[in-house]
């Protein structure tokens, strides 16, 4: 089937999603209120059952401040990234099943993750581990949603996986995330022990009348925070050159 062809027959797609009060809505995908479905369900639910081979679960996002599907531990490492991203604001698993023609055959899919950005981006998220991408029938379904997304103006992303780093410090912070669980009168303190080119053991020791372990959780929550930045491409810990980004401060 031509491109041309599938252009044409993305006029007829539906989307299906879950309002937050558990209802089902169906819309004309052009007309589709990307807010109501974010703010809905996921649009279908996970079950465990003896030898799946998926791990499947809920994550707790501190963007949306509430807990998030995913359907394998690729998808959950898909929704920390988007979770650390200071520029996403809304995310959302299983958001929507799209409902259309593809030439002669109706098709149904469900993207696994659905973003949106600060600036008012959009973006569809598949995800799949890489030596499937090229099978041709996931390859048929990724274009077709590849076109309807960018119909709508928005962004298509086909995620395989990230580098080890910075996925494993990302995922360290996490244990760091809750403002609840640091000390909040030590954060201008911690900001102002930061100069050029300080590195994280050193601004624990500026600080020595408090134990390093208080002063390492605001550390890392204000790395979670981006008020404090740092090369997490390489491995994490005392030597992490750390700088203030003092526009961000709480």
Not at 174 to 181: D, I, V
Not at 210 to 228: E, G, K, S, Y
Request: proline share 3%.
């Amino acid at each position: 089937m031509g491109r041309v062809e599938v252009r044409k027959a993305t006029s007829t797609v539906r989307a299906r999603y879950r309002a937050c009060d558990g209802s089902f809505v169906e819309s004309e995908l052009d007309r589709l209120v990307v807010d109501e479905v974010l703010d809905g369900l996921p649009v279908r639910e996970f079950r465990s059952y003896a030898g799946q081979r998926h791990y499947s679960g809920w994550f707790f996002s501190a963007t949306m401040g509430r807990l998030l599907v995913y359907e394998s531990l690729l998808e959950l490492s898909r929704l920390q990234l988007a979770d650390f991203d200071h520029d996403t604001v809304g995310i959302l698993g299983q958001p929507f099943q799209l409902i259309g023609a593809d030439g002669r055959r109706i098709r149904r899919h469900v993207p696994d993750i659905l973003l949106s950005g600060r600036d008012g981006t959009v973006t569809v998220v598949d995800v799949k581990p890489a030596y499937l991408v090229e099978d041709e029938k996931v390859a048929t379904i990724f274009e077709w949603t590849r076109l309807l997304c960018a119909r709508r103006g928005w962004r298509f992303e086909v995620y395989t996986g990230a580098a080890r780093y910075p996925l494993e410090n990302i995922r360290f912070l996490l244990g760091y995330r809750r403002a609840e669980l640091v000390r909040a009168d030590l954060i201008h303190s911690v900001l102002d022990a930061v100069g050029p080119s300080s590195t994280l053991g050193e601004v624990e020791r500026r600080l020595n009348g408090v134990a390093p372990a208080v002063i390492r959780p605001v550390i890392l929550h204000l790395l979670w925070t981006h008020q404090l930045t740092t090369n997490l491409g390489v491995v994490l810990g005392s030597t992490s050159v750390l700088d203030a980004d003092r526009r961000n401060r709480l």
